[in-house]
C-alpha cells in the first residue's frame, strides 16, 4: 500500500511557474514507476508526465513538453512536477499516481493515486 499526498497547487499568471510534490508513504516508493495526470471540469482525466523506477527516464505528454519537468527524490520518497511558461489551459486538478510500468499513460495502468492539488492559471 502507498500513499500519496500532493502539494504546490494554487493560483499562478499565464506565464507563472509552479512546482508540484507528491509524497509517498513507504520505503516502497523507489519501486514504482510515477505519473502526473490532470483533471479539468466536465474532462476526462489526462496523462501528463511519467518517471522510472530505476534510471529516471521521463515521458511527457506533447501539450507540457517543453515546459513540465518531472523528477523524483527516492531519499524523500517525493516526486515533483515543476511546472514553468504556465497556460490558462493548465488550469486543473493535479493528481500523482504510481505504477509498475513506464511509460504509463492510461489512468488504468496505476495502482495509486493521490487526492488532487488544484492549479489555476489566470489570463
Known amino acids: 500500500q502507498v500513499e500519496l499526498v500532493e502539494s504546490g497547487g494554487g493560483l499562478v499568471q499565464a506565464g507563472g511557474s509552479l512546482r508540484l510534490s507528491c509524497a509517498a508513504s513507504?520505503?516502497?516508493?523507489?519501486?514504482?514507476?510515477m505519473g502526473w495526470f490532470r483533471q479539468a471540469p466536465g474532462k476526462e482525466r489526462e496523462f501528463v508526465a511519467a518517471?522510472?523506477?530505476?534510471?529516471?527516464?521521463?515521458f511527457y505528454a506533447d501539450s507540457v513538453k517543453g515546459r513540465f519537468t518531472i523528477s523524483r527524490d527516492n531519499t524523500k520518497y517525493t516526486v515533483y512536477l515543476q511546472m514553468n511558461s504556465l497556460k490558462p489551459e493548465d488550469t486543473a486538478v493535479y493528481y500523482c499516481?504510481?505504477?509498475?510500468?513506464?511509460?504509463?499513460?492510461?489512468?488504468?495502468?496505476?495502482?495509486?493515486w493521490g487526492q488532487g492539488t488544484q492549479v489555476t492559471v489566470s489570463s
Open positions: 499516481a504510481a505504477t509498475r510500468s513506464f511509460p504509463a499513460v492510461q489512468p488504468e495502468d496505476y495502482y495509486y
Open positions: 513507504g520505503r516502497t516508493f523507489s519501486s514504482y514507476g
Open positions: 518517471i522510472r523506477k530505476t534510471d529516471s527516464s521521463t
